[in-house]
T-cell receptor, first 114, second 117 residues
């Protein structure tokens, strides 16, 4: 069955360091992979989208990589700040599927300590 | 004003009661979705709709029904609520691409927290 795993439920790092979150998937061929941020009690907010033919995408302090051979995406936040503390969700988007479903991982809760 | 609005934001009800969660959007998107979120399980898709006449079951549709009253409105109903339907529910919208497929990100509402006693 299709499965998405985010490497850890929680990640705790020091302010200023780079946070790296991992998303692995099996039995799936996504056309796109997306990352969302979710704050407690709020809806997820889109951060970045990367296509299957792209290796890397950047936006300000955020960087996403996508390796379709390893079936893995890495999400990096450089120069992390306490305000980056949140839960981060990865999501896979079906390849040319009329079903148009996006399937989410369970998320990694990131805490940045001052 | 929010692009995707969910009502109610919080609801406590008793087992066996009928509950409706409503979602309206001002983004003009064709595609609308209902997700459920439980701790440690992430977001799971309940139902999705491509337009008013096209409604599809997601991975956990049992015990739920939906109604797409208009392009901008998509309601989720629990006909007879049970305690394991206690969760945070999210409505989301998405744009349709020129080719007819989906493109881009989901836009989420702020969520409806439902507690079934």
């Amino acid at each position: 069955s299709q499965k998405i795993e985010q490497n850890s439920e929680a990640l705790n790092i020091q302010e200023g360091k780079t946070a790296t979150l991992t998303c692995n998937y099996t039995n799936y061929s996504p056309a796109y992979l997306q990352w969302y941020r979710q704050d407690p009690g709020r809806g997820p907010v889109f951060l970045l989208l990367i296509r299957e033919n792209e290796k890397e995408k950047r936006k300000e302090r955020l960087k996403v990589t996508f390796d379709t051979t390893l079936k893995q995406s890495l999400f990096h936040i450089t120069a992390s700040q306490p305000a980056d503390s949140a839960t981060y969700l990865c999501a896979l988007d079906a390849r040319y599927s009329s079903a148009s479903k996006i399937i989410f991982g369970s998320g990694t809760r990131l805490s940045i300590r001052p | 004003d929010a692009d995707v609005t969910q009502t109610p934001r919080n609801r406590i009800t008793k087992t066996g009661k009928r509950i409706m969660l409503e979602c309206s959007q001002t983004k003009g998107h064709d595609r609308m979705y209902w997700y459920r979120q439980d701790p440690g399980l992430g977001l799971r898709l309940i139902y999705y709709s491509f337009d008013v006449k096209d409604i599809n079951k997601g991975e956990i549709s049992d015990g739920y029904s939906v109604s797409r009253q208009a392009q901008a409105k998509f309601s989720l109903s629990l006909e007879s609520a049970i305690p394991n339907q206690t969760a945070l529910y999210f409505c989301a919208t998405r744009e349709r691409s020129f080719s007819g497929g989906a493109v881009g990100e989901l836009f989420f509402g702020e969520g409806s927290r439902l507690t079934v006693l």
